[in-house]
């Protein structure tokens, strides 16, 4: 029974039927080196100064005496012999083994290769020294030369399928984006990339005050298209979406202002928890999610480009569908959605240069954001003291500013206490991001926001209305705009309202459930102010709504124990003092809110 040594990608060794066969992993670099380079057999000193950290020899010595001991127990539990060892050497076992290296080493054909090089050679193992680092990077070199020259050989690639050249020519883009010779069987096979200049923005005559932010980028900023959420039938949407990103990313691969990551990567990314770490670690700029669903009679396609800087959807649209014309409708559908993110990221790179001006603001501002999705206290400071870090290596950081003045917002309203020094902090913070930069929604929606709790309504719209203005598609500047509307008692356009704001946000903040649950509680729909407050991952902060629908349900119980919470949290709190902070316009929202806290049992 062969086994098979996998090095692209994770270093694994699987049998016959692709399960995976436990096996101490520097005993599988070993197997692995020996196989790549073809070779029989090592000294056991130069494993120990490839393998480990050459600064201390008889370390590495020790380590490779357990590493052999750990491997021969394994073969013995297993009843194969992988790796021969003697006093000075190790060797390749007298089992058969098949490697995707020989794969690659024997392939050539582009479908062969294409297919098998979708990942880096050994991408997971943290190579311990330099000389290890070398040798692995050799090998990736090595790769993409076998790739580039497969896909450049007019003999190699007869017969090749057009997914296999498309992914062959992103592959070596993602590593290269100069290279001219790969970007022309891109362009030179695809109508919608030679198109793309028409949604470009005007030419105009440059002034020596735009030299500064119109010069070409050292590194473009990277884009990644993840592969479509879907709701229809597996087959059919399975066969769409995979043809519609590798149009998109096609079309895309002609610009020199964006770097695209490849649709292999772009898929594994979308499988991550915890995306905005990779998205940071990968120093991506900014992400297309696209959503397809099934509306009964057709179906629509959802898409929006979201500027990680600032979790900002920067542009979004919907695109109907006739259920037998989705094959018909797909390039367009790329060549449209192509167009519009060669448009909006070269828009938003003027905007947001900031971002990028200092790398140490950005990491703490990113951290902050963060911290600020909790709902809690704790988080809350977290995040203040983050953007202070922010503005400490850049003082005129506007994202920062703004974040601060989130922050103290937030505190004012988890504290529930009235503290009128938080809500004057928030608002300065607000009014000197405007100042930092006028351009940045952000600055206008957390002044908007002030201005709500401080009951100035008309003041509170018309700032919250320059950030919509400012980004038509940010799911934060929309939540706002929706709670100033709710709180204006205008519950049911603020239902609405914050509603588009979760589509556009599908995991949002807790803020954003809190408000749908606020409007649901105002228009008497208590059941559903519950569910919305079910959402949220800390509820704490809504425990006085709860206890008021649940009163309004006419469950005593329940309601009291939500009482019971909040005491619990702010032993201190005074309902009248509450209710006259709360920026209701209109007595009867108000009263409404008053007797069913009332009624509850505070």
Known sequence: MSARLQTLGHLRLLDEGGNEIAFPEKALLILCYLQTRGISEMPRS?????????????????????????????????????????????????EPITSDVEQVR???????????????????????????????????????????????????????????RSAAALRLLEG?????????????????STSLMTFRQPARVLTP??????????????????????????????????ALIEDV????????????????????????ADRAVTYERHKISYILETRLRDEGDRHTLFAQLIFFGSDEVIWADRFPLSAEGLARSRQMIAHQIAGAIATEVERNELVRSDYERDADAYRSFLVGQGQLKNLDLRDIRRARKSFREAL??????????????????????????????LLRQAELHAEQAIRADERLPSGYRELGVVKLYA????????????????????????????????????????LEKIKHAIELNPLPPDEYFWTAAGASYSLGHYQQALDYIARMKDRAPADRLSAASWSMLGDMKKARQFIRRTYDIHPNFDLDSWMAIVPFKEEWQRKHYYDGLKKAGF
């Open 46 to 94: 130069d494993a120990a100064g490839l393998f480990w950290e050459d600064a201390n020899g008889s370390a590495a010595f020790a380590n490779l005496r357990q590493t052999v001991s750990r491997a021969q127990k394994r073969q013995r539990e297993l009843g194969r012999t992988y790796l021969a060892f003697t006093d000075t050497t190790i060797a390749l076992g007298p």
């Open 106 to 164: 024997n392939g050539s054909s582009l479908n062969l290769l294409a297919s098998l090089l979708t990942d880096d050679f050994l991408k997971y193992v943290k190579p311990g020294n330099r000389a290890l680092t070398s040798w692995i990077a050799l090998q990736r070199t090595a790769h993409a030369a076998l790739l580039r020259g497969a896909l450049l050989d007019g003999k190699a690639s007869e017969g090749t399928t057009r997914h296999a």
């Open 176 to 192: 290269n984006p100069d290279d001219e010779d790969v970007r022309a069987v891109l362009t030179g096979r695809q109508a919608v």
């Open 209 to 242: 005050e735009d030299v500064d932010i119109a010069l070409p980028r050292q590194n473009p900023p990277r884009v990644v298209l993840l592969p479509p959420v879907t709701t229809l039938a597996a087959r059919t949407a399975a066969r769409f979406s995979e």
């Open 249 to 272: 990313t096609i079309g895309l691969c002609a610009l020199r202002s964006i770097s695209i990551i490849a649709p292999h990567t772009a898929a594994q990314i979308s499988l991550q």
């Open 392 to 421: 400490q290596a850049s003082s005129g950081f506007a994202p920062a500013i703004g974040g601060l003045a989130r922050s103290y917002f937030l505190e004012w309203l988890v504290t529930a206490r009235g503290d009128q020094d």
């Open 455 to 494: 009951r100035q309504f008309d003041e509170s719209a018309a700032y919250l209305d320059r950030a919509e203005a400012l980004s038509p598609h940010y799911a934060n500047v929309i939540a706002s705009y929706a709670d100033t509307l709710v709180q204006a008692s205008r519950p049911d356009v603020g």
